[in-house]
């Protein structure tokens, strides 16, 4: 490790990762990718006991895939005996066990475990509360961004989780019915934080049609070419413990990304058209046509995501009125998009809301807002991003991949080339820049889906220290979701460890066991 990043990793996670084992090796450049494969996983032999050699295991060794033939290193315990040497499986398996001086410390095989579960490890929690407005954005993440500031890792991490959430239960029952108006929860919504609380799901439709020849008529894939579908949920932090530790009341907008047919459609219609129809200024803010088709078009049972937003939003403000709020939106990919069309609007409504409720005296505000966004794509022009950050005085965090296509695109990854010259900009803020050449377990070549993947963002993220320094020593975020969903981007020794560990993770088909876990991004 760097001497810099060694002076400002936490003493209490001093411990390597197994799944993260440059943890101990010395980093020469400021990218860690230079360190190879080999060096990497010898560092996982310090947490284990190496026993005599161990006859190969009764199942057949799998023949690895061109596309894992391809790491930048061969590993050459591969071979007979090897892994289960590395392993050190004699002290998992009692039958196989041989006399030995010491075993691997249950300490040590309790960190393994909790790299290949299913279950975030947040990193500690540490009071924001006389900061709240900075971690909220306030002057752009000044000063937290780069080097990454702990606490604003952990928020951030949170918020993906939360995004993870709203895919976990869309793939659960994409084709659940989406009626009723109310306030209460149309499908069941686990949060990986507790201290929230769903208090409303929020549903998309497509202004498009889908020809009959070309619906799904089998109930299992019919979700697919539906024109309203579950795009995410609202919801507020209830625990007060959690909310004296915050500092305020946070209120969270959750959307997820592209799933469905029509929600892809809806990506290449990349011609800027007004946010309102009453503008038609040539310079006025205008945002992509499928995105606002998307957030403004009502459902024939349930109303536009706009108005659902607005009036969740405008109940929930009402409920805690007199209490410090705060409102974040947030969203990967198209829920990227969506997140800035939210936020523009629920500006200038609870503004207005503000000021034909107090007077000046008062020195009433209405609630910051700001919105997280991982991958998001180019939204609008640039008439509208100033006026989301200089007039509606909404911040946003951009957390980006280097090699992420999407985020460089006016729409999603094809769009018409001339819509670069209509004039799309990014909103303005603060950029959080990941790297996926950085993890010490992702391939170097990882293809452009894993590049865009919400879980490789979480992943990065959490070993993201600054630009200059190597992927965190500390890192503890679980691997199963890479694992799980892009095997063929993960080093081939990382999975073959897996594999003899016994870790076969369910499959992104929505037939899970109904746990919280990390399901496909839509790539």
């Known amino acids: 490790m760097s001497a810099a990043a060694a002076a400002t990793a936490p003493l209490r996670h001093s411990r390597p990762s197994p799944l993260n084992p440059n943890a101990a090796t010395t980093a020469t450049t400021a990218r860690p990718s230079s360190v190879n494969t080999r060096t990497h996983l010898a560092n996982l032999d310090r947490l284990l006991v190496r026993p005599p ?4 295991p009764l199942w057949p060794k799998k023949t690895a895939p061109a596309d894992e033939r391809r790491d930048e290193v061969d590993d050459d315990r591969s071979g007979r005996g090897g892994l289960l040497n590395a392993l050190n499986l004699s002290t998992l398996l009692p039958f196989t066990r041989k006399p030995a001086a010491e075993e691997m410390s249950p300490r040590s095989l309790a960190h393994m475990q909790r790299l290949l579960t299913l279950s975030p490890r947040p990193s500690p929690r540490g009071s924001i509360a006389a900061e709240w407005r900075r971690y909220h954005g306030e002057d752009a993440w000044e000063g937290l961004v780069d080097p990454l500031d702990q606490n604003l890792r952990r928020e951030v991490l949170r918020y993906g989780d939360f995004v993870q959430a709203a895919y976990a239960a869309f793939h659960s029952m994409p084709a659940s019915p989406s009626h009723g108006h109310g306030h209460g929860q149309h499908r069941t919504l686990v949060l990986p934080d507790r201290s929230y609380r769903p208090t409303r799901s929020l549903f ?4 498009l049609s889908i020809p009959p020849w070309a619906q799904r008529q089998s109930a299992a894939s019919r979700w697919l070419t539906q024109r309203t579908s579950f795009v995410g949920y609202v919801a507020v932090c209830d625990n007060e413990r959690e909310v004296r530790r915050m500092g305020r009341r946070d209120v969270v907008i959750v959307l997820r990304g592209t799933a469905t047919c029509p929600e892809w459609a809806e990506n290449l219609r990349t011609g800027l058209v007004p946010v309102s129809d009453d503008d038609d200024d040539q310079h006025a803010p205008k945002v992509a046509k499928g995105f606002l088709s998307l957030y403004k078009t009502a459902g024939d049972q349930v109303p536009s995501l706009s108005d659902a937003i607005v009036e969740e939003v405008r109940r929930l403000v009402e409920v805690y009125k007199g209490e410090e709020l705060s409102i974040t939106v947030v969203g990967h990919s198209l829920g990227a998009s969506l997140a800035l069309l939210a936020a523009d609007e629920l500006s200038a409504c609870l503004a207005a809301d503000a000021e034909s409720t107090c ?3 008062d020195g009433h505000r209405p609630p910051p ?5 991982f991958g998001g794509p180019k939204t609008g022009n640039r008439a509208f991003a100033d006026r989301l950050q200089q007039e509606r005085g909404v911040n946003v965090l951009r957390v980006v991949n280097a090699g992420d296509v999407v985020t460089r695109v006016p729409g999603l990854a ?3 080339p001339t819509a670069v010259a209509e004039g799309y900009a ?10 996926s050449r950085d993890s010490p377990c992702l391939r170097p070549d990882a293809g452009p889906a894993c590049c865009h993947d919400l879980e490789a963002y979480l992943h990065l993220l959490d ?7 190597p992927f965190r020593a500390d890192a503890s975020r679980s691997v199963a979701g890479l694992l799980a969903f892009q095997r063929s981007n993960v080093k081939r020794a990382y999975v073959e460890r897996a594999r003899v560990l016994g870790f076969e993770p369910a499959m992104a088909n929505g037939s ?3 746990q919280y876990g990390y399901l496909a991004s839509p790539t």
């Open 463 to 469: 070993g993201f220290a600054g630009s200059d320094r």
């Open 53 to 56: 050699p161990l006859p190969l």
């Open 369 to 373: 807002i700001s919105v997280v966004s």
């Open 512 to 514: 899970g066991d109904g």
């Open 359 to 361: 007077t000046a005296a």
């Open 204 to 207: 998309a439709t497509s202004s």
């Open 414 to 416: 094809i769009a018409r």
């Open 426 to 435: 990014h909103a303005g803020g603060a950029e959080l820049r990941l790297d």
